[in-house]
């Protein structure tokens, strides 16, 4: 099926330092979600967007639904040690009816 | 509030065999959707049940079946299995009817031998 694409595929970065992840689509979304994985768990959502343009913060975590409802962004301040894991972009059409289309994920490693 | 629950959290069976796997969502969710989770497709939608009834399907053959009861509580059946469906299953609820944040539960992991 279709995916997201999702990048960067994986980041290694200083304790301390700031993250910036996108993900986008030839197709509009109405609704998108950012989610974190930890090994051996299921996702955890994260931030969830449902209008174009809107920003949204949860924290250190900011995201944002594209104008063009075809992207989004996710941003994480200060990162720290708890931070590291898989974060992932889920996209939603009208309806719902192909269920969330998940992107590759971003693999989140932080050096201390 | 108690989150996702999904059992087993591990199974091993053999090729050919059938398994079960059952997901109970968030207490006044009424809408569970499946993913099957593999390293090589990544997360995937299989389907959707909401009031017992189907309501939205993904790509995926026909070895692949659920059902949801009345108390939302949902199950997800593969018969003959095959070598690539091992995998981490995975159920998420949601409020249903338009509320579309998905919560996930920890997964059931599949191996087939």
């Known amino acids: 099926g279709q995916q997201l694409n999702q990048s960067p595929q994986s980041m290694f970065i200083q304790e301390g330092e700031d993250v910036s992840m996108n993900c986008t689509s030839s197709?509009?979304?109405?609704?998108w979600l950012w989610y974190k994985q930890d090994p051996g768990e299921g996702p955890v959502l994260l931030i969830a967007l449902y209008k174009a343009g809107e920003l949204t913060s949860n924290g250190r975590l900011t995201a944002q639904f594209g104008i063009t409802r075809k992207d989004s962004f996710l941003n994480i301040s200060a990162s720290i040690p708890s931070d590291v894991g898989i974060y992932f972009c889920?996209?939603?059409?009208?309806?719902?009816?192909?269920?969330?289309?998940f992107g590759k994920g971003t693999h989140l490693i932080i050096q201390p | 509030k108690a989150g996702v629950t999904q059992t087993p959290r591990y199974l091993i069976k053999t090729r050919g065999q059938q398994v079960t796997l059952s997901c109970s969502p968030i207490s006044g969710h009424r809408s569970v959707s499946w993913y099957q989770q593999t390293p090589g497709q990544g997360l995937q939608f299989l389907f959707e049940y909401f009031s017992e009834t189907q309501r939205n399907k993904g790509n995926f053959p026909g070895r692949f079946s659920g059902r949801q009861f009345s108390n939302s509580r949902s199950e997800m059946n593969v018969s003959t299995l095959e070598l690539g469906d091992s995998a981490l299953y995975l159920c998420a609820s949601s409020l249903g009817g338009g509320e579309y944040e998905q919560y996930f539960g920890p997964g059931t992991r599949l191996t087939v031998t």
């Open positions: 889920a996209g939603l059409r009208g309806g719902g009816a192909d269920g969330l289309t």
């Open positions: 197709s509009i979304f109405n609704t």
